[in-house]
């Protein structure tokens, strides 16, 4: 595995090392919950594999020449590693209510096969831009893996940050 994807999927799994069940699936304040999270880039994950696998298959690539705005953004996001705080979630990575269990399976799942497809594709047409992120734009192979590396890190903080409070909620409650 890319080592992008395998920092990817180690912060995931250190997030939520340790915690319950119910501490997976409880959310708060009307945000997802750490699951939901998880589904949430499962999702990513799988539209992204599909995505390259289809980029792996075409007979010619077809991807537009990146604009201004995509410049800015890819490098926010992938020099400086700024990921915005707020955005909606495409529709088709809004996560519907896999249990824990499953979304943590699912996410394994779908980040080895995205990384396979982006290998595929990578091999196929080499490092140019192989395809368009709904977010920041035209990427290559390598800027598609760090990307997600990124935007894992910014949901795995969320995680951690959900987790202390969970812990804080049960001292107290044990006080």
Partial sequence: MDRYLEQTR???DEAVSGMSEEQLA???NGKWSPAQIFEHLSLAFGATAAG???T???EKLNVRAPSM????AT???IRFGYIPTGRKAPDYTVPSGASPAEAIRQLHDNLAAMDAAITRAEQRWGDQRIAVNPAIGPLNPDQWREFHFLHARHHARQIVAIKAASQQTTSRAAA
Avoid at 69 to 72: A, G, L, S, T, Y
């Fill in 56 to 58: 792996a298959a075409a």
């Fill in 52 to 54: 390259m696998e289809r």
């Fill in 69 to 72: 705005r995509d410049r800015v």
């Fill in 75 to 77: 490098l926010l996001v």
């Fill in 10 to 12: 180690a912060i995931l």
């Fill in 26 to 28: 409880a959310s708060r």
